[in-house]
């Protein structure tokens, strides 16, 4: 089992920061790959970010690029989010999730977080 915990979000004004955070804990040798997620009410739940854990190979979702950056801290078990310039159109719920693939991008995520809400305001 791997438990994973968010932090961070917020409410900011367009143009804006906000950076991400997600703990994980438990059995974290079973995933390869960590990503954030994220759902806009009555939206389906979009792929934003991925990682390769094994070696901090990165994707990113058109909509981001250039403006989020994901990354790892190994020695606290802990993914970031970094995300700039945001926009209303990223008020969203964002959840980190842990999974395996080989390509993380399309890889199958079995643990969730509660999941974090950012509102970008213009």
């Known amino acids: 089992q791997v438990q994973l915990v968010e932090s961070g979000g917020g409410s900011v004004q367009a143009g804006g920061s906000l950076r991400l955070s997600c703990a994980a804990s438990?059995?974290?040798?079973?995933?390869?790959?960590m990503g954030w997620f994220r759902q806009a009410p009555g939206e389906e739940r979009d792929r934003v970010a991925t990682?390769?854990?094994?070696?901090?190979?990165?994707r990113y979702a058109d909509s981001v690029k250039g403006r989020f950056t994901v990354s790892q801290d190994n020695a606290k078990n802990t993914v970031y989010l970094e995300m700039n310039s945001l926009k209303p159109e990223d008020t969203a719920m964002y959840y980190c999730?842990?999974?395996?693939?080989?390509?993380?991008?399309?890889?199958?995520?079995?643990?969730w977080g509660q999941g974090t809400q950012v509102t970008v305001s213009s």
């Open positions: 999730a842990a999974g395996r693939g080989v390509t993380c991008w399309w890889g199958t995520y079995n643990y």
């Open positions: 438990g059995y974290t040798t079973s995933s390869n790959c």
């Open positions: 990682l390769y854990t094994g070696g901090g190979g990165t």
